[in-house]
Nanobody, 123 residues
């Protein structure tokens, strides 16, 4: 089992930045892929970004491309999501997820999920 804990969410003004952190523990030997998702009230969960263990292969959804950056420190079993130029429509609960078996970085069926962290962007 892998346990994931997100942190770093909060309230920020439009145009501001936040860095989310996802700390993994438990059965965390590599290589595992990590994805960042978000879900706003009344909306489907959305895959924002994903990274393979080596981090040489990443994915970004069009909605965040150029504004969000995924990075990881495998020695610390930690993955980050740097979010710049935040917009009110970025308001959502943000989740990280991990998988040892995911085939494509655009896939959404991850095996392990964190509890989520709220991000609220005010206008």
């Amino acid at each position: 089992q892998v346990q994931l804990v997100e942190s770093g969410g909060g309230l920020v003004q439009a145009g501001g930045s936040l860095r989310l952190t996802c700390a993994a523990s438990g059965r965390t030997f590599g290589p595992y892929a990590v994805g960042w998702f978000r879900q706003a009230p009344g909306k489907e969960r959305e895959l924002l970004s994903a990274s393979r263990w080596s981090a040489d292969s990443t994915y970004y959804a069009d909605s965040v491309k150029g504004r969000f950056t995924i990075s990881r420190d495998n020695a610390k079993n930690t993955v980050y999501l740097r979010m710049n130029s935040l917009k009110p429509e970025d308001t959502a609960v943000y989740y990280c997820a991990a998988s040892y078996t995911i085939a494509a970085l655009t896939a959404t069926r991850y095996d392990y999920w964190g509890q989520g962290t709220q991000v609220t962007v005010s206008s």
